[in-house]
């Protein structure tokens, strides 16, 4: 009974959780951005959405208008800071790897400082649809359910678009040969801006659907961005369907752990899953080449 309850409380996660890793997928496998300040843009979002929920709007309402607000903001980002840096062909060797990293890893620390200096170590969230309902037998609030699921529609969405539409071959054909896709007309630069954008967009939405059932902190942000890398590598830049393996993994994960262990063993469980899954994928490429 214990097991089913934490299986199904963990897809409700893990639905979430793939919406978090796609939006750094984006960022990371079209843009070539290893965006570090990604979980601060979830929890800025988060907060933002249960500051104006204190003021009596909505998260369904925050869910229209915040996403296409932090999309503006990480297209100016990308073309301000990290196109520079990347230059118009994408290119990654490794010294401007390595700087697009130490930019990122600089706005998230400059934003963890902002938001610990104007909010301190206080915690933000909405008090929305809190009641329960029976899932099995499970008992699991209204919110999850509604965040479980928008997020789910908001995953297969994107990947229709990706899968179905002209643009999302073009960005497909970004994330595998970017030089090769100038070569056939692909605006690089233009288009991987916005894919860039689209990532930070996934970032504000899942901010605000966290916001409804998780407290969120001015801290919280490392450890999202952990938590999205983590489902990235178990996924393998496979997409939704990767995304969603991945988010499911992670969140049973943790249920297990929560459940039957000690909740604070958590983290450092998340810290060796992350190990794993990078000696695992770097122990296959190693094999690949020989």
Same mark, same amino acid.
């Given at each position: 009974?214990?097991?089913?309850?934490?299986?199904?409380?963990?897809?409700?996660?893990?639905?979430?959780?793939?919406?978090?890793?796609?939006?750094?997928?984006?960022?990371?496998?079209?843009?070539?951005?290893?965006?570090?300040?990604?979980?601060?843009?979830?929890?800025?979002?988060?907060?933002?959405?249960? +500051?104006?929920?204190?003021?009596?709007?909505?998260?369904?309402?925050?869910?229209?208008?915040?996403?296409?607000?932090?999309?503006?903001?990480?297209?100016?980002?990308?073309?301000?800071?990290?196109?520079?840096?990347?230059?118009?062909?994408?290119?990654?060797?490794?010294?401007?790897?390595?700087?697009?990293?130490?930019?990122?890893?600089?706005?998230?620390?400059?934003?963890?400082?902002?938001?610990?200096?104007?909010?301190?170590?206080? +915690?933000?969230?909405?008090?929305?649809?809190?009641?329960?309902?029976?899932?099995?037998?499970?008992?699991?609030?209204?919110?999850?359910?509604?965040?479980?699921?928008?997020?789910?529609?908001?995953?297969?969405?994107?990947?229709?678009?990706?899968?179905?539409?002209?643009?999302?071959?073009?960005?497909? !054909?970004?994330?595998?040969?970017?030089?090769? !896709?100038?070569?056939?007309?692909?605006?690089?630069?233009?288009?991987?801006?916005?894919?860039?954008?689209?990532?930070?967009?996934?970032?504000?939405?899942?901010?605000?659907?966290?916001?409804?059932?998780?407290?969120?902190?001015?801290?919280?942000?490392?450890?999202?961005?952990?938590?999205?890398?983590?489902?990235?590598?178990?996924?393998?830049?496979?997409?939704?369907?990767?995304?969603? !393996?991945?988010?499911?993994?992670?969140?049973?994960?943790?249920?297990?752990?929560?459940?039957?262990?000690?909740?604070?063993?958590?983290?450092?469980? +998340?810290?060796?899953?992350?190990?794993?899954?990078?000696?695992?994928?770097?122990?296959?490429?190693?094999?690949?080449?020989?």
């Amino acid at each position: 009974m214990a097991f089913l309850e934490t299986l199904i409380s963990a897809s409700i996660f893990g639905g979430v959780y793939a919406l978090l890793a796609l939006g750094l997928t984006l960022q990371y496998g079209v843009a070539r951005v290893l965006n570090l300040a990604y979980g601060e843009a979830v929890v800025l979002a988060g907060i933002a959405a249960a +500051l104006l929920f204190a003021r009596g709007l909505s998260p369904l309402w925050t869910l229209l208008f915040l996403p296409p607000l932090w999309m503006a903001l990480h297209l100016l980002l990308f073309r301000f800071l990290f196109l520079p840096v990347l230059g118009p062909r994408l290119a990654l060797d490794p010294g401007r790897e390595g700087r697009v990293i130490l930019l990122s890893f600089g706005l998230s620390f400059l934003s963890q400082g902002l938001m610990a200096a104007y909010l301190g170590g206080q +915690l933000f969230s909405c008090s929305y649809l809190q009641e329960g309902v029976a899932l099995g037998p499970a008992q699991v609030s209204l919110n999850r359910i509604l965040a479980f699921l928008l997020a789910m529609g908001m995953a297969f969405g994107l990947h229709f678009f990706l899968q179905r539409s002209r643009l999302g071959t073009a960005i497909r !054909a970004l994330s595998r040969e970017p030089e090769e !896709a100038a070569l056939v007309g692909v605006p690089v630069p233009r288009l991987a801006a916005w894919v860039f954008a689209l990532g930070g967009g996934l970032a504000g939405a899942v901010g605000v659907l966290l916001s409804t059932f998780q407290p969120l902190s001015p801290t919280l942000g490392p450890e999202l961005t952990l938590k999205a890398l983590v489902v990235v590598v178990l996924g393998g830049l496979g997409g939704v369907p990767g995304a969603l !393996a991945g988010g499911v993994a992670l969140g049973l994960t943790e249920g297990l752990v929560a459940r039957f262990l000690s909740p604070g063993l958590s983290l450092a469980v +998340l810290y060796l899953l992350f190990l794993g899954a990078v000696l695992y994928l770097r122990s296959n490429r190693e094999v690949a080449r020989q």
